[in-house]
């Protein structure tokens, strides 16, 4: 178990590090993170409504904090250019989350095609109905890319990574919060960047 917490912390560290030196990247990343609460509370009342708020709010908020506010030039604080850092992201990286994106928008099209979607769900009647129901396929999408990310990773760095990721995929909203809740107010101070010093220095 050690080792466990230990590449979780460091998966968490990494992904800090390299991927958040932007205050308003940041900011997103608590709201969306408190959106994510919710969207888990929810799931034990209304899963379609959890997907919702997952999809619509969490993960446009975080991840329109990566496209467009997180420098994407080269890496003075670690040493590392852009392209580097995308080849050993360990999870989604920008050319991931496209595809994945893209697929999230496209899906609610499959109800127009088959209001059932192969007979899972009860054909909605009603445009509050393919709501829930495009809710309910976005739930199966997000269940369904966390699993194959984690399974893709057995494969590629051993089954501990994978197990790691997802366990880091599904607790950082509880460690967003703690991470980036003063964000918004150093954000509000004019402090665009999170302050840091290039590695090797004091």
């Known amino acids: 178990m050690n080792a466990f917490f230990q590449q979780l912390a460091i998966q968490r560290w990494d992904d800090h590090r390299y991927y958040h030196h932007s205050r308003i990247n940041q900011s997103l ?11 888990y509370a929810f799931l034990f009342i209304d899963p379609a409504i ?4 997952g999809w619509l709010i969490s993960m446009t908020s975080r991840q329109a904090g990566h496209f467009f506010f997180e420098p994407l030039g080269y890496d003075e604080v670690n040493q590392a250019t852009n392209a580097h850092k995308e080849a050993i992201k360990v999870g989604f990286n920008l050319r991931r989350k496209i595809v994945l994106l893209s697929i999230w ?3 609610p099209m499959l109800l127009l095609f088959d209001p059932s979607a192969l007979g899972w769900l009860v054909p909605h009647t009603s445009w509050q109905g393919f709501v829930r129901n495009t809710g309910m396929i976005w739930l199966l ?5 966390l699993l194959f990310r984690t399974v893709h990773l057995f494969f590629l760095k051993g089954v501990m990574a994978g197990l790691v990721w997802m366990t880091k995929i599904l607790t950082d909203p509880f460690h967003d919060v703690y991470l980036y809740h003063k964000a918004p107010l150093a954000l509000l101070r004019g402090e665009l960047l999170e302050p840091r010093q290039p590695a090797g220095q004091a």
């Open 141 to 145: 999408l997000g269940a369904g890319g």
């Open 105 to 107: 928008v496209a899906s």
């Open 29 to 39: 990343h608590f709201l969306s993170a408190i959106s994510f609460l919710v969207a």
């Open 50 to 53: 959890a997907a919702l708020i």
